[in-house]
């Protein structure tokens, strides 16, 4: 335990926190000028996992927060069925799917980028989301249901964002072209529909063990 606080005291009083401020700010200049922004994230070394996952802690709190404090005017959230944990889960199963697919793709055509490098800057691309969903989290408390159709467009506008850069990452994190980033995202798609339904047989296989192994147990046991 004293280690621990040792630790975090160093990296408070050293450069880490300096270099963990840099990097959170440089999200900024990412999402205004992707291009440069995506170079210099990954081949410059200008970006950082742990504003990566600062910025993913906050797309996750700005989807939870969204749905809890978003004016009950413009809030279809059904709270008896609502869990933080699968809400959080789909944000985070989607991120971790789309980098190992994008990693196998990519791989197969030469891309240039490793996976890490494909978090973060994935990471930096959702930027728009909680940049812009947090304060209309609040506006949406302040207007009337016919002016809550500018929280909506601004919403999808924050998704479009997060998209175009996710291709500007993927193109510059890879060193592709324009077609040759089009096709790796969507061949990660695909990939991640692949994985999904790889994963899901899995599972319901091994259910169908189990269930197996329950039955003839429970035979057996009736049988004695």
């Not at 802690?57 to 944990?85: A, E, G, P």
């Not at 304060?135 to 249901?145: D, F, G, H």
């Not at 692949?194 to 296989?205: A, E, G, K, T």
Request: proline share 2%; hydrophobic share 55%; net charge positive.
């Amino acid at each position: 335990m004293r280690k621990i606080l040792s630790g975090i005291a160093q990296f408070f009083k050293g450069d880490g926190w300096s270099n963990y401020r840099k990097t959170l700010r440089y999200a900024l200049y990412v999402i205004l000028h992707p291009f440069d922004g995506f170079w210099d994230l990954t081949h410059e070394k200008r970006g950082s996992m742990a504003a990566a996952h600062t910025i993913v802690i906050l797309t996750v709190l700005t989807h939870l927060w969204d749905r809890r404090f978003t004016s009950f005017m413009l809030n279809n959230t059904q709270w008896s069925k609502f869990s933080i944990v699968m809400n959080t889960l789909g944000i985070l199963v989607p991120l971790v799917i789309w980098v190992v697919a994008n990693w196998c793709v990519t791989t197969l055509f030469d891309g240039k980028g490793r996976m890490r490098e494909i978090y973060m800057g994935t990471a930096y691309a959702l930027t728009p989301y909680p940049l812009i969903g947090l304060p209309m989290i609040v506006i949406s408390n302040m207007v009337t249901k016919e002016e809550g159709v500018f929280y909506t467009y601004f919403n999808v506008f924050a998704l479009i964002w997060a998209g175009f850069l996710i291709l500007c990452a993927v193109l510059m994190i890879h060193d592709y072209s324009l077609l040759g980033g089009i096709l790796a995202v969507i061949f990660s798609i695909v990939g991640m529909a692949v994985i999904m339904f790889i994963v899901l047989l899995f599972f319901s296989l091994i259910s169908d063990a189990v269930m197996y192994v329950v039955s003839i147990y429970k035979e057996i046991v009736f049988r004695l």
